[in-house]
């Protein structure tokens, strides 16, 4: 078990540019989430699949932001337009939804948006 | 909708001293709380959590929180602090044990030798 993996760990682009984020979960997880951290600031929550169906959308996911989980395994985070307000810690976390339910979390992709 | 208050931004305490972090939730009915440690450069771990039962919980790391019906409160604490345990401390809150789990702002912990 290698845990939560993200890729990549850190992405600069300009303004206006898309960018792609990957969460590959622990393998056994159903549920995958994501969460955006700013700085002085806690993660927050995004969106979160169980399988390969989102169940559940923040406000905070505007349309500019499209995540999936294709095949119920990884899962993929997509800002278009990027805006410097973008710029955070883009957090992926995975549990099972019987057991523990613990929710491991990834190292997170920093994006920063110039 | 719940939230999590953490009052305190900075704490700073002596090595081998004890701590305690304070930790606030607004949530109606029976919250399931959380705390998280992050360290630089490193992710999220769970110290330890409250679903139900033994309000006094044990944690890793020699962690333990108290959870306070009375108080909406669900503090942590440490008897000795070590170097190793500066870092950021989020207290967090979720509706039910798989749902999405809403964070406080973090307090971040520094240790004097």
Redesign the interface.
């Known amino acids: 078990d290698t845990g939560?993996s993200q890729n990549p760990r850190h992405k600069i682009t300009k303004r206006g540019q898309n960018v792609t984020f990957r969460c590959d979960p622990i393998s056994e997880h159903n549920?995958l989430?994501w969460?955006r951290q700013t700085l002085?600031?806690?993660?927050?929550?995004l969106t979160?699949f169980q399988n390969e169906a989102q169940l559940?959308k923040s406000r905070l996911l505007s349309d500019r932001f499209s995540a999936e989980r294709p095949k119920g395994s990884f899962s993929t985070l997509e800002i278009q337009r990027t805006e410097q307000g973008d710029s955070a810690m883009y957090?992926c976390?995975s549990?099972h939804?019987v057991g523990s339910?613990?929710?491991y979390?990834?190292?997170?992709t920093r994006l920063t948006v110039t | 909708a719940q939230s999590?208050t953490q009052p305190d931004i900075h704490i700073t305490v002596s090595e081998g001293a004890s701590l305690e972090l304070r930790c606030n939730y607004s949530y109606g009915a029976t919250p399931y709380l959380f705390w998280?440690v992050q360290s630089p450069?490193?992710?999220?771990?769970?110290l330890l959590?409250y679903f139900s039962g033994d309000t006094l919980v044990q944690g890793i790391k020699g962690f333990e929180a108290e959870f306070k019906r009375s108080q909406s409160s669900f503090n942590l604490r440490k008897p000795s602090v070590h170097w190793s345990d500066a870092a950021e401390y989020?207290c967090?809150v979720a509706t039910n044990?798989?749902d999405?789990?809403?964070?406080?702002?973090?307090t971040r912990l520094h240790i004097l030798p």
């Not at chain 2, 450069?41 to 769970?46: I, S, V």
């Not at chain 2, 999405?100 to 973090?106: D, H, R, T």
């Open positions: 939560v549920r989430y969460y002085g600031q806690g993660p927050e929550f979160y559940e957090l976390a549990s939804s339910y613990e929710q979390f990834g190292p997170g | 999590v998280y450069g490193q992710g999220l771990q769970l959590k989020f967090a044990r798989d999405k789990i809403i964070f406080g702002k973090g």
